[in-house]
């Protein structure tokens, strides 16, 4: 399936992709409050600024919230990405462990980093192989292929998958 911009729907995944010791270095702006991972295809709420992956506002919306997950305000699409918060994304570097096993001597080598851009691009249209779930609720060897991993995701399998508390209107998992 494909978000609102026309991109498919898929997100970047932190875990296992980014060296060791820049993990840290990923700004908490660019890291979605709905699944935990790097933005995808972002947008912002215009009341708190916060950035969402597209299609995890989209998949909210589909549950017919219309609020932002974080401020509760009425979630009214802001701007693109300011030049200057793309910019500063593309900064940043991925490797995709998913395509290959390797060592950890060639993880520590730089030939394989790939820029935001690219990487996402490399993700949706290269990438092949198969996905732990991003929201940590199975086994880390359980792995999905793309298709079974959009279904486990988008059915309510996921005990892991974000929701609002019918009690206190706060985001929590399925399973708490």
């Given amino acids: 399936s494909v978000s609102e911009s026309g991109r498919p729907q898929f997100h970047l995944l932190i875990e296992d992709h980014i060296p060791k010791h820049e993990k840290d270095t ?10 935990s991972n790097v933005v995808y295809d972002p947008v912002e709420c215009s009341e708190c600024q916060k950035w969402y992956c597209a299609q995890c ?7 017919g919230k219309m609020d932002c997950p974080c401020c509760k305000a009425f979630f009214k699409k802001s701007r693109k990405l300011h030049i200057y918060l793309r910019n500063k994304l593309e900064e940043y570097e991925f490797r995709c462990s998913r395509c290959s096993k390797k060592t950890e001597q060639d993880l520590e080598s730089q030939s394989d980093l790939m820029k935001y851009s690219k990487y996402a691009e490399h993700v949706v249209n290269v990438c092949t192989a198969y996905l732990k779930c991003p929201n940590g609720c199975c086994d880390p060897e359980v792995l999905f292929s793309k298709e079974d ?15 609002e508390c019918s009690n206190c209107n706060l985001l ?4 708490q």
């Fill in 172 to 175: 929590a998992t399925k399973k």
């Fill in 149 to 163: 991993l959009k279904a486990h995701l988008a059915d309510g399998e996921c005990p892991f998958s974000l929701t």
């Fill in 57 to 63: 506002i989209q998949r909210w919306n589909d549950q």
């Fill in 26 to 35: 990923i700004d908490d702006q660019f890291i979605c409050p709905c699944c």
